[in-house]
């Protein structure tokens, strides 16, 4: 169409009447308004161009952005941290069967979402996410035993979170946390990590006695020694002069609790009054 032409319609529609001209803009902003040219990405989201479903090599941040009508189509990728709940089945390294819940917190790297929607979709997680889980917690339970399972959980957890990470960043999914909910042992295991624990504490109990038992008899031995080393001080020291007041002090003790009456003696013989009078020396 040439511009003479445009010319000539332009003063049909106005040599109409102005309502025309009215109707036609009314159409052409109804139309600009279905084709819908903007598009807006919200909090925790990017957004994937595609040119005629082809991935472009940038990403919408988020807030308002205008796109080419029938050209362009946005893909809107939720980047804010997510959980996933796993359980898995394995076994440890002396071959006992482990149940394991595991948690796991991650998110797609903003700036690879159009990778991430390029070469997974947006079906990540049933794709990648679980079978890695799956498979990083039957490596990593392989390496311990049972009973290491439990008294070596942190380090348990520790190498499992190491190894997803590593895997899952190959797919540009970032690890944020990572923790085992729980492991669960055969009915037959459990009974016997019970049975060691009780005999454990018996064990502990019975040292705990016998180191009683020596502090008594330690101290026993201790009270028989102090004892008779007093006896024997006290023998070294008996001399007759300390035998002499010994006896002059109970003297006068008998003395001061005698109230002067003579005790009253039925039958014949003397009445003894012991104590009285001065001991001879010797």
Do not use: C
Request: glycine share 6%.
């Amino acid at each position: 169409m040439t511009n003479y032409d445009v010319e000539r319609a332009m003063r049909m529609i106005t040599q109409k009447g102005p309502m025309r001209l009215v109707l036609v803009i009314g159409i052409i902003l109804l139309l600009f308004l279905l084709s819908r040219p903007w598009v807006q990405v919200g909090a925790g989201e990017r957004g994937v161009v595609l040119n005629f479903g082809a991935v472009q090599d940038y990403v919408l941040g988020e807030g308002l952005h205008f796109r080419m009508p029938v050209v362009q189509t946005i893909a809107l990728m939720d980047v804010k941290v997510q959980k996933s709940l796993t359980n898995a089945a394995a076994s440890s390294s002396d071959l006992q069967e482990v149940s394991s819940e595991v948690a796991l917190n991650y998110h797609i790297i903003p700036d690879k979402a159009n990778i991430v929607y390029q070469t997974i979709g947006v079906y990540f997680k049933d794709r990648i996410i679980d079978p890695a889980v799956q498979e990083v917690v039957k490596a990593v339970t392989a390496r311990y035993t049972a009973e290491e399972l439990i008294t070596k959980r942190p380090a348990v957890s520790e190498a499992m979170r190491t190894t997803l990470s590593e895997r899952l960043m190959e797919h540009n999914i970032a690890v944020d946390a990572f923790s085992i909910v729980g492991f669960s042992f055969s009915k037959i295991f459990m009974e016997a990590i019970e049975a060691k624990q009780t005999a454990e504490q018996l064990a502990l109990k019975a040292r705990r006695d016998l180191e009683r038992i020596k502090i008594e008899a330690e101290q026993k031995i201790t009270a028989a020694t102090a004892e008779a080393e007093s006896l024997r001080l006290q023998r070294a020291n008996i001399s007759p002069d300390l035998i002499e007041l010994r006896r002059v002090e109970a003297n006068l003790r008998a003395i001061e609790k005698w109230n002067g009456i003579l005790p009253q003696v039925t039958g014949g013989g003397a009445v003894p009054f012991i104590g009285i009078g001065e001991t001879p020396r010797k």
